[in-house]
């Protein structure tokens, strides 16, 4: 049988996946029952215990990074100098839009590994020509 291909996520499906609050957790939780390789960024880590923080304390947070911990199937990818080129190329190049640094790098991930998968809610990263999980699911 094949390897299922390799799938980005964003800190979107990370929140979604914590936070059962989030209008998304029971796609996200299906999804990571039974999950693909996944690879992420530091900054999407980075990003995501900043969001459990300023919503919720430093306990949610600590949580957060907790679980990153515990995902094994989940690589987290360093985000280097060559990164960051490739990242600010790309926001200049979608100036018209609202991406942040953590997206420009995701959206440069998904490109040089050739992911065709992202699991976010955020529909820029669609831009790579992944395909999101919620309009798959």
């Not at 964003?10 to 929140?15: G, N």
């Not at 911990?69 to 100036?95: H, I």
């Not at 839009?97 to 998904?110: N, S, Y």
Request: charged fraction near 25%; proline fraction near 3%; charge should be neutral.
């Amino acid at each position: 049988m094949a390897a299922r291909a390799e799938a980005y996520v964003d800190t979107s499906a990370l929140i979604a996946f914590a936070d059962r609050s989030d209008s998304h957790h029971p796609l996200f939780r299906q999804l990571f029952a039974d999950p693909p390789r996944l690879v992420t960024s530091a900054l999407v880590v980075a990003e995501g215990h900043g969001w459990f923080l300023r919503r919720y304390d430093t306990l949610r947070a600590l949580q957060f990074l907790a679980m990153i911990e515990d995902m094994t199937p989940l690589k987290v990818l360093a985000v280097g100098r060559a990164e960051l080129d490739a990242a600010t190329a790309l926001l200049r190049r979608y100036s018209d839009r609202e991406l942040t640094l953590t997206d420009a790098v995701g959206l440069h991930l998904m490109r040089a590994r050739r992911i065709r998968h992202c699991w976010s809610t955020d529909r820029h990263l669609a831009l790579a020509g992944a395909t999101l999980a919620i309009d798959a699911n």
